[in-house]
């Protein structure tokens, strides 16, 4: 990585707290995986898988506020922030990832709340049904996510649904071009693409370090796994009590996706659409991200809870 570039924020609200201890866990191809636990160890477990481009630091805000009460644990995707980059990037990866982190982490019958952001969501979704995830985890968030036609709903170009919207897309986000320093002009194209129009300097500051700390190759190799993704057929797989979250002005992944997840969940347990919030809703909308989180958590501690659908404005 290049010195210019900070990898995060290191100042303010979004600035990653230290980790209480750090460990590797090494996934099914032997990728290793830098994941931080912060909080008690005795506390109720709750894991956060980040989304392409992102790391550790994207959840910095969560981090801080649920390790008071719970033992969180994040990792870096593979190829992101601590983590190597690997041979292999595919939906299956992420999964045998998730899992490695889940069995590194949690003690024998110990289950989690998982929360995913993004591909972290796509994560969640590619892992369900797995032995090693429905033995270990109580519940789930799928946050700013979607399970298929990823580059034909995005909207980050503004042209008419259709073919030529969706090349460009394609190539936008599958662009080989180094993104470079953290500039006015990278800052504004950023907002636009991925955060709300009212999103504050600092939010939009701290989105863009992340995203331009991760290295070009792995930027580009996760795109192209993304543009084919189809995870729908997982949906069924999902069964613990799962919370969806959606912004009403995500361009990446436009809240139908949202809408579409909880309808096709098998126990989702809320919908909760964001107004005015993009694509990086855990920074743009913190408090939301982590009263969800924590909703889920009271729900994973009561087995007896009755599935529900809803919707909260």
């Known amino acids: 990585m290049s010195a210019r570039r900070t990898p995060h924020v290191t100042t303010g609200a979004y600035a990653p707290p230290p980790a209480r201890r ?4 090494v996934s099914a191809d032997g990728s290793r995986l830098h994941v931080e636990v912060h909080g008690a160890e005795d506390a109720p477990a709750v894991v956060l898988a980040h989304g392409w481009t992102c790391s550790t630091a994207f959840w910095a805000a969560q981090i801080r506020d649920l390790a008071v009460t719970h033992r969180v644990i994040a990792y870096d995707q593979r190829g992101h922030g601590r983590s190597p980059a690997a041979r292999s990037y595919t939906a299956d990866a992420l999964a045998d990832d998730l899992i490695a982190v889940l069995a590194a ?3 024998p019958g110990e289950r989690a709340v998982v929360a995913g952001h993004s591909m972290g969501g796509m994560t969640v979704m590619a892992a369900a049904g797995r032995p090693g995830f429905d033995e270990r985890v109580a519940a ?5 996510t979607g399970s298929s036609r990823l580059v034909a709903e ?3 170009v503004p042209l008419r649904a259709g073919r030529a919207r969706t090349r460009m897309t394609g ?3 599958g662009s080989r071009a180094p993104l470079g320093p953290v500039t006015p002009v990278a800052r504004a194209m950023l907002k636009y693409a991925t955060m709300g129009p009212g999103s504050a300097p600092d939010r939009v500051e701290a989105c863009a370090r992340i995203v331009h700390g991760c290295p070009t190759a792995v930027r580009h190799g996760w795109s192209q796994v993304l543009a084919g993704l189809d995870l729908d057929d997982r949906l069924a797989r999902l069964t613990v009590p799962t919370a969806v979250i ?6 990446l992944t436009p809240v139908g996706h949202a809408r579409a997840l909880a309808a096709a969940l098998p126990h989702c347990v809320g919908l909760t659409e964001l107004t005015g919030m993009g694509h990086m809703t855990p920074i743009e909308a ?3 991200v982590t009263r969800v989180i924590r909703e889920l958590a009271a729900i994973a501690a009561t087995p007896t809870t009755t599935p529900t659908k809803e919707k909260t404005p």
């Open 154 to 156: 995005a909207r980050v």
């Open 105 to 107: 982490t949690l003690a």
């Open 171 to 173: 190539a936008v986000l």
């Open 140 to 144: 789930a968030l799928l946050c700013s």
């Open 246 to 251: 959606g912004g009403t002005a995500d361009r």
């Open 286 to 288: 913190p408090e939301a």
């Open 22 to 25: 750090t460990l590797e866990a």
